[in-house]
């Protein structure tokens, strides 16, 4: 992007001119005798370690919070923005850079909903580079650039590391072209909420170089703490800032922020990895459990804690499954993964069971 060109110029010009709204826990700590902000003076679970302090609002962004992401995600401070999870995060791009009925946003189908979902709730537009099912869902990274330097309504491309539901990671070579294509247009958001668990080096430690950069992530997969609604905007501060002037004051709940700390701590960190070599491990057995099964056309190992299939009847195979109360995906909605399922690595006894009912598919089709 060329330094002439801010970031603010990329967004709604209504948000950049808006005064943001000063909470009272932003104008002045949370210390002191506090009555500035009409809490209550106790809890009514005081006693319980998890009431502690919930009459108070929370810190807009948790001071150690915001250190112990940026230590873990290995960024400045000033460039993480903790969220309620990348949901929210998603949103919040859509509502600050795109103007309803002006603006439009560029995603690659099949993907990822949200970033349609947040656009359509924004009123912007929608330009899809459409990935084919004969190139097996690959990424068009020609298309992708041509559709970018060819309309200047998109001002923000979602890229998805490892993509939902393919499992294909973004090679860097093609982030470096998106980028370059973006320069001074548009911001590349690039979704690695499913990073950890493949091998790719993450985006994050382009951040410093582009300003255009945001890179999305969360505890909810590989942190195992979906629940939690704990995730990450990691950009330069000037982005963060604009995030910020449309977010809720208290984003945070303060169990949330106290229980995120607990999953930072190091005997967690060491547990994790723990955790992410039995999830590497059960995936291979899922793909042990899934070969040679003649009713799967096609299969995507990809490189996060699921695998996508392509089956002969996914409607039978779905239901089938939840007769035995096993839960997979499928997409009815999506022309373009007819008939493909998505499945989740589980522990071993969910395998397991998968394995029985997957025995017990017959599949006159196939
Ligand atoms: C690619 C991708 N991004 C973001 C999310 C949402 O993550 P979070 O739970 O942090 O909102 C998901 C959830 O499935 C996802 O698949």
Redesign the pocket.
Known sequence: MSNALNIADLARPEIVAMKPYSSARLEAPGRGILLNANEAPWSLLEDETIGLGINRYPEPQPEALVAGLADLYGVATDQVLV????????DLLVRVFCRAGQDAILHCPP??G?YRIAAQSQGAEIVSVQRSTESGFALDGKALVEALQGDDRIRLVFL?S????IGDVLGRDLLLDVLAAAAGRALVVV????AEFSKQPSATELIAKYPQLVV?R????AWAA?GL???SVLAQAEVLSLLRRVMAPYPLAAPVTAMALRVLQPDMRERQKQMLEELANNKQALLQVLQDRPWIRRLWPGAANFVLLEVSDSTGLLAHCAAQNIILRGFPADPNLRNCLRISVGGRTELAALATALDSWKDDSA
Not at 83 to 90: A, F, K, L, N, V
Not at 162 to 165: L, S, W
Not at 218 to 221: A, D, I, P, Q, R
């Open positions: 969220t309620r999870g990348s949901d929210e995060g998603i993907t990822f949200m998805t490892p993509n939902n539901p979704d690695e909420a499913y999305l969360t505890l909810s997969k979906a609604r704990c995730g």
